[in-house]
T-cell receptor
Framework: AQSVAQPEDQVNVAEGNPLTVKCTYS??????LFWYVQYPNRGLQFLLK??????LVKGSYGFEAEFNKSQTSFHLKKPSALVSDSALYFC????????????FGRGTSLIVHP | KAGVTQTPRYLIKTRGQQVTLSCSPI?????VSWYQQTPGQGLQFLFE???????NKGNFPGRFSGRQFSNSRSEMNVSTLELGDSALYLC??????????????FGPGTRLLVL
């Protein structure tokens, strides 16, 4: 069975500082990992995904994520946070050989302070 | 290319009523999935339709149903509404099914409030 965990309900960071939103996963086969962002009263917007290859994945709005197989993690990062990055972030996983339906984490609220 | 659209955006109903939500996928996308999002439960998968057939179903009671039309548009219906059905209902589309790598694209959601 596939599962994903976002250990932090909320992350606070000052504008201009680097940010990290954590995600760990559990799968039986190869993982396919996704990050989405949700702004208030909006649907989820796709940020980036890891399928295979380079462990560092670059996505929209300057975000990137690092796939670490040994630590079963896929943390979302950005070198310099903006106030406009404040939103809810979701990590999702599919397990190759398992369900095509992704499992989503509970979400992490990112708050960037001016 | 237009994104996923959902109508209506907001809806207020009373207990016992039924409701129908609509989703139009991105042009060329044939798979449509529905999710319920609540503060307590997070994102929960309801069902997926592909080529007018339900391919996957989440753990929801039979009051929740859906269908897909030949143009890939989808509707979901909730009968005998309960207070706990208050949620943001999200629709997501992708080109096809059966592909682990494919990205789902979400609509803005329909906010349902049951009084």
């Amino acid at each position: 069975a596939q599962s994903v965990a976002q250990p932090e309900d909320q992350v606070n960071v000052a504008e201009g500082n680097p940010l990290t939103v954590k995600c760990t996963y559990s799968v039986s086969g190869n993982p396919y990992l996704f990050w989405y962002v949700q702004y208030p009263n909006r649907g989820l917007q796709f940020l980036l995904k890891y399928i295979t290859g380079d462990n560092l994945v670059k996505g929209s709005y300057g975000f990137e994520a690092e796939f670490n197989k040994s630590q079963t993690s896929f943390h979302l990062k950005k070198p310099s946070a903006l106030v406009s990055d404040s939103a809810l972030y979701f990590c999702a996983v599919r397990d190759e050989g398992g369900s095509y339906i992704p499992t989503f984490g509970r979400g992490t609220s990112l708050i960037v302070h001016p | 290319k237009a994104g996923v659209t959902q109508t209506p955006r907001y809806l207020i109903k009373t207990r016992g009523q039924q409701v129908t939500l609509s989703c139009s996928p991105i042009s060329g996308h044939r798979s449509v999935s529905w999710y319920q999002q609540t503060p307590g439960q997070g994102l929960q998968f309801l069902f997926e339709y592909f080529s007018e057939t339900q391919r996957n179903k989440g753990n929801f009671p039979g009051r929740f149903s859906g269908r897909q039309f030949s143009n890939s548009r989808s509707e979901m219906n909730v009968s005998t509404l309960e207070l706990g059905d208050s949620a943001l209902y999200l629709c997501a589309s992708k080109v096809a099914g059966g592909n682990y790598q494919e990205t789902q694209y979400f609509g803005p959601g329909t906010r349902l409030l049951v009084l």
